[in-house]
């Protein structure tokens, strides 16, 4: 499974970004698709999840302001971000569990500053 992420860039504190991870193969068939970031000098850490039935998760700093989304017909997930802060400021990087194999996009730089 390959996977592309785009998306990222500089948007000032309050502002909003949307993220798109596009995959190689049927993404109803992908156990697990989620975005994960890494700040600086910091580990990498889930951001948010979609499971093939659609359920989410959400890592409790970005609840209310993030929404996962997939789209079956398009092989696509996206987060849609609102409400950035500035500790938001990472590279993010779709994954993708499928078959007890976990794989991963390169990453998206999101820089939230004014």
């Known amino acids: 499974v390959q996977l592309q992420a785009s998306g990222g860039g500089l948007v000032q504190p309050g502002g909003s970004l949307r993220l798109s991870c596009a995959a190689s193969?049927?993404?109803?068939?992908?156990?697990?698709l989620g975005w994960y970031r890494q700040a600086p000098g910091k580990q990498r850490e889930l951001v948010a999840a979609i499971t093939s039935d659609r359920s989410t998760n959400y890592a409790d700093s970005v609840k209310g302001r993030f929404t996962i989304s997939s789209d079956y017909a398009k092989n696509t997930v996206s987060l849609q971000m609102n409400s950035l802060k500035p500790e938001d400021t990472a590279v993010y990087y779709c994954?993708?569990?499928?078959?007890?194999?976990?794989?991963w996009g390169k990453g998206t730089q999101v820089t939230v500053s004014s």
């Open positions: 193969r049927a993404i109803s068939n992908i156990n697990i």
């Open positions: 994954n993708g569990k499928y078959l007890g194999m976990n794989y």
